[in-house]
């Protein structure tokens, strides 16, 4: 069973930055990919960042040049690295591991707070 932990949620003013961390607990460089999702109240969750095995990133279009994804393999930890936030960025946020067709692994999620 894959273990998922995120850490470094919390409350910060609009404009600050936080950076989120994804435990994992086994390598995830067995993982196809690596992603960020976020769930607001009343809203879907989305899809914020993700990042490949090899390193390629995606971004959703309201982050990008703000938010970066990075992998540290050795580590077993993806970062979430959030600059310029907003208080339309406040949500849970969730680490989703992919590997091939098996069902994806979701961590039980950080709460952001963005203050106007």
């Known amino acids: 069973q894959v273990h998922l932990v995120e850490s470094g949620g919390g409350l910060v003013q609009a404009g600050g930055s936080l950076k989120l961390s994804c435990a994992a607990s086994?390598?995830?460089?067995?993982?196809?990919?690596m992603a960020w999702y976020r769930q607001a109240p009343e809203k879907q969750r989305e899809l914020v960042a993700g990042?490949?095995?090899?390193?390629?990133?995606n971004y959703v279009d309201s982050v990008k040049g703000r938010f970066t994804i990075a992998r540290d393999n050795a580590k077993n930890t993806v970062y979430l690295q959030m600059n310029s936030l907003k208080p339309e960025d406040a949500a849970v946020y969730y680490c989703?591991?992919?590997?091939?067709?098996?069902?994806?692994?979701w961590g039980r999620g950080t709460q952001v707070t963005v203050s106007s």
């Open positions: 989703k591991a992919t590997r091939g067709v098996l069902p994806a692994y």
């Open positions: 086994e390598s995830i460089f067995t993982f196809d990919t």
């Open positions: 990042i490949s095995r090899g390193g390629s990133t």
